[in-house]
């Protein structure tokens, strides 16, 4: 929670410096981003979101983006340092077991790398329908993927058309080319693609991502509902609801069953014999 909270304020001082107070703002973003790293080590992903932001979402020009990302290289550097010099004396565990992520048991890269595509595409579906949730998908809960397994195919085939989309669109300053990209950053860390996680998948590795599936989710719905005319002022409340009736209704059934799962799920958080017994 404070590494996503410490992300987004880092964006926002960083967006902020474009047309205020450049070094002040800019300082602000570089203390929140390493909060944000401090907090958890996948803050770092920041370091590439905090920049694609400000290129996104404002008329900056090039020499602040570099000093930007300059800045904030410099913090993930302190950061790094920080960070060893913790550890140093630590003696880590990192022996690799199947009971913790099945992709131990691929027998080679392409089958770990086939999994974990796969493993993508099964957050996304869970962003969009998240039933069942489980506290645990280890052990014999994902199955090891090859490149022939039709699984793995449609994973890798959607992942990488995506990618290739967010690309070329970027530059474009997309918002979706924007979501989809947020949510191969910071995911990258724990997909097991770059390097082994200590799980196969678990649904705490979307909480950060899944902003970039909102904000997707979000402007689709600005579209469908023309929902561009909110931008006009309104006299009052109710003349502003009343234009977007369709809208309001759409999202009060929508977050209504979101909202219902959210409850039914932290029931089940009661304690871990509960989360366990569930499970």
Not at 131 to 151: A, E, G, R
Not at 187 to 194: D, G, K, M
Request: proline fraction near 3%; glycine fraction near 4%; aromatic fraction near 18%.
């Amino acid at each position: 929670i404070l590494c996503f909270l410490f992300g987004i304020s880092a964006i926002f001082f960083a967006i902020k410096s474009v047309t205020e107070k450049f070094n002040l703002n800019i300082f602000l973003a570089a203390i929140c981003y390493l909060f944000s790293s401090l907090s958890k080590e996948t803050g770092i992903t920041f370091l590439i979101i905090i920049p694609m932001s400000v290129f996104v979402f404002t008329d900056s020009t090039p020499r602040k983006i570099v000093i930007i990302s300059a800045v904030m290289l410099l913090v993930s550097l302190i950061y790094l340092g920080i960070r060893a010099e913790a550890l140093e004396s630590i003696k880590l565990n990192t022996s690799e077991t199947y009971l913790y992520n099945s992709l131990v048991w691929a027998p080679n890269y392409l089958g770990r790398l086939a999994t974990a595509f796969y493993v993508l595409l099964r957050f996304i579906f869970l962003l969009i329908f998240p039933h069942p949730l489980t506290y645990d998908y280890n052990f014999s809960q994902i199955k090891v993927q090859m490149l022939s397994d039709l699984p793995a195919i449609a994973g890798i085939l959607i992942n990488i058309a995506l990618g290739i989309y967010a690309i070329i669109y970027l530059r474009k300053k997309s918002v979706i080319a924007f979501g989809i990209l947020f949510f191969f950053v910071t995911i990258a860390p724990v997909s097991n693609i770059f390097i082994m996680n200590g799980a196969t998948m678990a649904e705490r590795f979307l909480y950060t991502p899944s902003l970039g599936f909102c904000l997707i989710l979000t402007y689709f719905i600005i579209k469908i509902f023309k929902a561009e005319s909110a931008k006009n002022s309104f006299r009052n409340l109710s003349i502003m609801f009343s234009r977007n009736s369709s809208l309001f209704l759409f999202l009060i059934i929508f977050l209504g069953f979101y909202s219902f799962k959210t409850v039914s799920r932290s029931l089940n958080l009661k304690d871990n014999f509960t989360i366990y017994y569930h499970d």
